[in-house]
Nanobody
Framework: VQLVESGGGLVQAGGSLRLSCAASGRTWSNYIMGWFRQAPGKEREFVAH????????YYSHSVKGRFTITKDNAKNTVYLLMNSLNAEDTAVYFC???????????????WGQGTQVTVSL
């Protein structure tokens, strides 16, 4: 079972990035796919999640209206489009999969290795 993130990097404030998470190794139907992030010295923070059908999305208040989570079932890939980035968005971003519609990290069973996003002023 693997979740592999990509797409992180350095971006100027106000810019955009799109993260990808490729899922493999099992059947992912009925799984909720989520994104979390962790900044240095801070706890892991929920960002967004999406149902495997793609019909339901949920966002944290801090990213709602700026970030969009989508998925491509044919590619078993989940995306996080991040717009209007600011310095507070700097963190390692993790993809996760679980069976609960939750914003709590311990409710997710599978995790990727993370991808760094750095927003410069």
């Amino acid at each position: 079972v693997q979740l592999v993130e990509s797409g992180g990097g350095l971006v100027q404030a106000g810019g955009s990035l799109r993260l990808s998470c490729a899922a493999s190794g099992r059947t992912w139907s009925n799984y909720i796919m989520g994104w979390f992030r962790q900044a240095p010295g801070k706890e892991r923070e929920f960002v967004a999640h999406i149902s495997w059908s793609g019909s339901s999305q949920y966002y944290s208040h801090s990213v709602k209206g700026r970030f969009t989570i989508t998925k491509d079932n044919a590619k078993n890939t989940v995306y996080l489009l991040m717009n209007s980035l600011n310095a507070e968005d700097t963190a390692v971003y993790f993809c996760a999969a679980g069976t609960l519609r939750s914003s709590i990290s311990r409710d997710f069973d599978y995790w990727g290795q993370g991808t760094q996003v750095t927003v410069s002023l």
